[in-house]
């Protein structure tokens, strides 16, 4: 996996969390019901405990997906898997041939997207969710 591409993926829905993030700073500074142009459901960023559903890791992969950057990077086995259910987080199957690269590239996106959050919400906006990312951040 081309870490240039990762990178630019990264610093793209890094970029794009931002505005989402303002833009909820400056309406209804409700960081659990946070609307946004790549679903008509609701997220809540401050929800990374593993279920899914609403959370910031699905955020995430409907601006990936959105805007095209998994064909950056997946070929068409994947990339149809991905087609197949859009609204659901996707991860490479374990039994993919390039199964840890891309699972190895896509927890770097993860992970440094969800920091921006984080970093985010205690720096920018000042509230305290060290609660509510703990487990995930394996912070103390």
Do not use: A
Not at 91 to 104: A, M, N, P, T
Not at 124 to 132: Q, T
């Amino acid at each position: 996996m081309n870490n240039f591409v990762k990178h630019s993926i990264i610093r793209f829905v890094k970029e794009e969390l931002t505005t989402v993030l303002d833009e909820t700073l400056s309406s209804t500074c409700n960081f659990s019901k946070v609307r946004t142009r790549f679903s008509d459901d609701p997220f809540d960023v401050t929800r990374v405990d593993g279920k899914f559903e609403g959370s910031i890791h699905i955020l995430i992969h409907r601006i990936m997906y959105l805007e095209k950057h998994y064909l950056r990077f997946l070929d068409s086995e994947p990339m149809n898997e991905v087609e197949e259910d859009s609204h659901s987080r996707w991860w490479v199957e374990s039994g993919h041939k390039d199964y840890d690269q891309i699972d190895d590239f896509l927890s770097d996106i993860y992970f440094d997207c969800i920091v921006h959050v984080y970093e985010y919400l205690t720096d920018k906006v000042g509230i305290d969710v060290k609660e509510e990312f703990k487990d995930y951040l394996d912070l103390e």
